[in-house]
């Protein structure tokens, strides 16, 4: 069971070992260049470790429950400001790195990687996340205004196996950036054999045309307005479930291709097949995908699959509520930086130890009347609790079979057929962290 978990683990951990002790590899990941000349103390790997443990509590407090479980000994430790001087040193970059590679690891590793007819699924999707209010973050990130002042938000997008509830690529974006064009430079990262899910917010000539110009071209699923075209209007009009559609480029469209180096002209197309689904609540959904073959993908699983699509907002929920990925432990833009790419490595690792507890508990719940789930949230405080050992334990196979076998305690139904009413919120005007009513702080 915990086997999958031990090979990648060690070798995320041994990665991060293998750069520190290199000075030619981490040069280039240092934002000043005369750091980490010495063996200290507070090297390379250590300042590693404990940003990715998520440092939602006082600095001070983190720092002594390091000691306390690393049992340090008083003249090894170290104080708050020599931990902040150091980890300033480090381009946040590295730990935008880690997320890609702890993703490859899993894939690289697993022997359990979950596939829908031999394809990852995927999905893309972006959100927004509150930062501190401070001047460079003001300059780089320019959220929103109220009448209280300005305040800093960034735009954020991720790429996310919903199967295996792994994050592949996020990327901290300004507000005014496009979700649509940040997909753009994506699709060359999609993975091969994998279909992509996206939005409402995705479809346009430009996406379809890279998505089918690659080297291997990358299938997707995608939803789109019911007046998206000419072509999709007459589409819902008709009485017909699926037909192949023809979509021509615009000047928009001709012009951003260019960018990407592709020559079209206006007598250009590309030709999907659209589905037509109806909803539990008879409302009408269009989906386009570029998979002809309705033996492999029929009307009824594109509806299913698209659904799917739903885990990746759940997981983002995890990480603003859960995780806390608003909850800084630096003042900085590189620290902030730092602590909002940890969060997603963190919670890999969470999902990670998950899923392997979730194959123990389906096998002994098999017999009860509803199938069995692991609560996140009750989960989430043991894993925070263990998360630096982790990293640094000589027995790392005994303490991934201790946290999974505590895991397994902490279960619910999942009852089907169960819906609840989406309600519109309004947007928050200011906040360091938000939790909503149905989660409770375990950290």
């Not at 041994?14 to 000075?23: F, G, K, L, P």
């Not at 470790?49 to 430790?77: A, R, W």
């Not at 507890?357 to 609560?375: F, G, L």
Request: with cysteine; net charge positive.
């Amino acid at each position: 069971m915990a086997i999958t978990n031990l090979r990648v683990l060690k070798a995320f951990t041994q990665t991060i070992d293998i750069v520190s002790a290199d000075r030619n590899i981490h040069y280039d990941l240092l934002k000043d260049k005369r750091a980490f000349t010495r063996h200290s103390k507070l090297g390379f790997n250590t300042v590693t470790y404990l940003i990715l443990s998520l440092l939602t509590k006082s600095l001070q407090v983190e720092l002594y429950n390091y000691f306390t479980t690393m049992q340090v000994l008083s003249g090894l430790q170290f104080t708050k400001g020599a931990f902040s001087q150091r980890r300033h040193q480090i381009d946040s970059k590295w730990f935008k790195f880690l997320i890609g590679h702890f993703a490859d690891l899993f894939y690289d590793l697993s022997e359990s990687v979950s596939l829908w007819k031999g394809y990852k699924l995927l999905a893309i999707d972006g959100s927004s996340a509150m930062l501190l209010n401070n001047e460079a973050l003001n300059n780089q990130y320019k959220g929103g205004q109220n009448k209280y002042g300005t305040y800093p938000l960034c735009r954020y997008m991720k790429m996310y196996d919903v199967l295996n509830e792994i994050t592949l690529k996020v990327e901290m974006l300004p507000m005014s950036s496009s979700e649509r064009k940040c997909a753009y430079q994506w699709v060359d990262a999609i993975p091969d054999g994998s279909i992509t899910i996206f939005d409402r917010g995705f479809p346009s000539f430009t996406l379809f045309y890279l998505m089918l110009s690659c080297e291997r071209p990358k299938d997707f699923i995608i939803r789109c307005k019911q007046q998206f075209t000419s072509s999709i209007k007459d589409f819902v009009a008709s009485g017909e479930t699926s037909r192949k559609i023809k979509f021509y480029p615009d000047d928009r469209a001709i012009s951003t291709l260019r960018q990407h180096h592709y020559k079209v002209t206006k007598q250009t197309f590309v030709q999907l097949r659209v589905e037509k689904v109806v909803l539990d609540n008879n409302e009408i959904e269009v989906l386009i995908t570029s998979i002809d073959d309705e033996q492999l993908l029929n009307n009824s699983e594109m509806k299913a699959l698209y659904h799917k699509r739903w885990a990746i907002e759940t997981n983002i929920g995890k990480e603003k509520n859960l995780l806390q990925l608003e909850n800084f432990s630096s003042h900085l833009k590189n620290g902030i930086e730092q602590d909002f790419y940890a969060t997603f490595i963190a919670g890999n690792i969470h999902s990670l130890l998950c899923k392997q507890a979730q194959q123990r508990v389906d096998k002994n719940t098999h017999k009860r009347k509803y199938r069995y789930k692991i609560n996140t949230s009750a989960s989430m405080n043991m894993f925070k609790n263990n998360l630096i050992r982790l990293f640094y334990t000589q027995d790392l196979h005994q303490l991934i079979i201790q946290m999974q076998s505590v895991f397994e305690l902490f279960i619910e139904p999942v009852r089907p057929n169960r819906k609840v009413q989406r309600k519109q919120v309004s947007k928050r005007r200011y906040g360091k962290h938000q939790t909503h009513k149905n989660y409770r702080n375990n950290f």
